[in-house]
């Protein structure tokens, strides 16, 4: 299983990042993904999911409205469309299988004027 987050980067408070995660070495189509994120001194925190027919998307409460999580099985690619970017938003985000212990080195996005 090889996860790899993209999409990161530096960005004014309001501002919109997407995110990217491509997979490989497992039937993408077949499962749940979910986005987490780690921001420093913290723990990792789920911050949405997605079936894997795109059916059902639930999100944290910090972001909901704000977040969209999507995913596109001929690309085994999931994404997180993040708007209305907030300083608590800064973290490192990682996309992940849980069905799979494996994670992704994580993609950094800092939100900061």
């Known amino acids: 299983v090889q996860l790899v987050e993209s999409g990161g980067g530096l960005v004014q408070p309001g501002g919109s990042l997407r995110l990217s995660c491509a997979a490989s070495?497992?039937?993408?189509?077949?499962?749940?993904m979910r986005w987490y994120r780690q921001a420093p001194g913290k723990g990792r925190e789920l911050v949405a999911d997605?079936?894997?027919?795109?059916?059902?998307?639930n999100y944290a409460d910090s972001v909901k409205g704000r977040f969209t999580i999507s995913r596109d099985n001929a690309k085994n690619t999931v994404y997180l469309q993040m708007n209305s970017l907030r300083h608590p938003d800064s973290a490192v985000y990682y996309c992940?299988?849980?069905?799979?212990?494996?994670w992704g080195q994580g993609t950094h996005v800092t939100v900061s004027s």
């Open positions: 992940h299988v849980p069905r799979f212990t494996s």
């Open positions: 070495g497992f039937t993408f189509r077949a499962y749940t």
């Open positions: 997605i079936s894997s027919t795109s059916s059902m998307r």
